[in-house]
């Protein structure tokens, strides 16, 4: 059973702080690309962030950039999103993805292997 499981999420006021966890179970994401998406109700899911199989490289969607920060700790097989400045605009299920033996960053939504189940962040006053 390979599995991705986010956890972290939960209500918060705006300019409030989140840090989400994205723990994997039956395999091991050192060779994995990792990326964040989000959600938001009536609205297609988005790529937030994404990380390199080493952590040497990051990259950020424009509406993030400043605000979250993404890493990896695999010896602890496991990727965070450390959300700060948090605007009612974030609001969204956010999923974690990883994909195997990538040459690249970030892929799209339809390329990767394996899925979270999201966990829930709401901003909110």
């Known amino acids: 059973q390979l599995q991705l499981v986010e956890s972290g999420g939960g209500l918060v006021q705006p300019g409030g702080s989140l840090r989400l966890s994205c723990a994997a179970s039956g395999f091991t994401l050192d060779y994995y690309a990792i990326g964040w998406f989000r959600q938001a109700p009536g609205k297609e899911r988005e790529g937030v962030s994404c990380i390199s199989s080493s952590g040497d490289s990051t990259s950020y969607a424009d509406s993030v950039k400043g605000r979250f920060t993404i890493s990896r700790d695999n010896a602890k097989n496991s990727v965070y999103l450390q959300m700060s400045s948090l605007k009612p605009e974030d609001t969204a299920i956010y999923y974690c993805?990883?994909?195997?033996?990538?040459?690249?960053?970030?892929?799209?939504?339809?390329?990767?292997?394996?899925w979270g189940q999201g966990t829930q962040v709401t901003v909110s006053s």
């Open positions: 993805a990883a994909v195997l033996g990538s040459h690249y960053v970030c892929h799209e939504l339809r390329e990767y292997d394996y």
